[in-house]
């Protein structure tokens, strides 16, 4: 080697052992301890509707990923569908005043008033998915007008095409007075209007049950052979309405559109033929960016409960049997 490339050598030699602290436990990612210090110990506290649903059980487990990763306590409350056990919960968790609260409402009013309580006892909300009039420190979730709008528009371009078998239409409502079908409903109405050949000629409220939906659709087929479309608030609900078109005979001819939090559950229906699309929100994402909206409430204790209101909208992936696979379809041992 010449004396000019050994010298160049030294001197990069040098200047990196310059650049490098002397001893390695002065090394900290910037910001790190600040974080970890201002989750570590803190308490958060969920009350779903239920966690008998695949979009509960993603949540959680990601929140309990997080949980024990950065040492907050993470607890669940489950009211298991009934009202009044949720109030119930959703009372003894103010009381408790936790950090912060994350709620799935059943409906928009049930919870308003316990919410707005919450927030004056300085507890901190993030509404998951389904929303209360009372609006909180944060939603994550659907975007549930554009998800009707989405939903209706599937079938003003399926039904409405030449060789259509015509342009009747059927809306398997969720519970009317919840948010999400309040919001797809008005979706639906704009797809509706800007499609005067679309006609409704059944909305019923299948309350997120399969057997209900395979009743309600088994008579509308009855009541209209020439169906062409179903849409729909949950895929493991219209389940119940693919089996009543294919007890009929008739999956080659009424296509059924729905959304659901991208479970494998769904995307084995679509390939079993009981569901002809699915809008995917894809739980594990919501509740990845949940997370990171409970770790932003938890590192600025300075910021009072209610004071900032933010909204977050997250994807929606249409799933057909072309792309049901890999990622539209998540399992929960996946996410573990």
């Not at 958060?44 to 306590?73: C, E």
């Not at 669940?76 to 009934?82: K, Q, S, Y």
């Amino acid at each position: 080697m010449s004396l000019l490339k050994k010298a160049i050598a030294a001197t990069l030699v040098a200047v990196g052992l310059h650049a490098m602290p002397a001893v390695a436990k002065d090394i900290d990612q910037v910001g790190r301890a600040a974080y970890v210090n201002a989750l570590k110990d803190k308490r958060v506290i969920f009350i779903p509707l239920s966690q008998g649903m695949d979009l509960n059980q993603a949540w959680t487990t990601v929140w309990q990923r997080h949980a024990a990763r950065y040492g907050f306590k993470f607890e669940v409350r489950d009211p298991n569908m009934d009202t009044a056990a949720g109030i119930r919960a959703l009372q003894g968790a103010i009381a408790e005043k936790p950090d912060v609260l994350i709620v799935q409402n059943p409906d928009v009013q049930t919870y308003a008033r316990a919410l707005k309580q919450a927030q004056e006892a300085g507890i901190k909300i993030l509404q998951i998915n389904m929303q209360s009039i009372t609006q909180t420190d944060s939603y994550v979730g659907n975007d549930w007008i554009e998800m009707g709008r989405l939903e209706a528009g599937e079938l003003a371009r399926t039904c409405l095409k030449p060789g259509a078998p015509s342009g009747k239409i059927v809306w398997l409502a969720g519970v009317q007075t919840g948010a999400a079908n309040i919001y797809m409903r008005e979706g639906i109405n704009q797809i509706l209007a800007e499609n005067p050949g679309l006609t409704l000629v059944s909305d019923q409220p299948a309350d997120y049950d399969s057997e209900k939906a395979r009743q309600i659709t088994e008579t509308v087929l009855q009541q209209h052979p020439d169906l062409c479309g179903i849409m729909g608030i949950w895929d493991n609900a219209e389940i119940g309405a693919g089996a009543a078109v294919q007890a009929a005979g008739k999956q080659n001819q009424v296509t059924i559109v729905t959304n659901g939090a991208g479970a494998a559950t769904g995307c084995d229906s679509i390939k079993k033929g009981l569901l002809s699309v699915i809008y995917n929100f894809n739980a594990p994402t919501q509740a990845e960016i949940a997370a990171q909206q409970i770790s932003e409430f938890l590192q600025n204790p300075q910021r009072p409960a209610g004071s900032e209101k933010t909204v977050f909208f997250g994807p929606i992936t249409r799933v057909d049997k072309d792309n049901a696979t890999g990622r539209n379809c998540w399992t929960l041992d996946q996410l573990k």
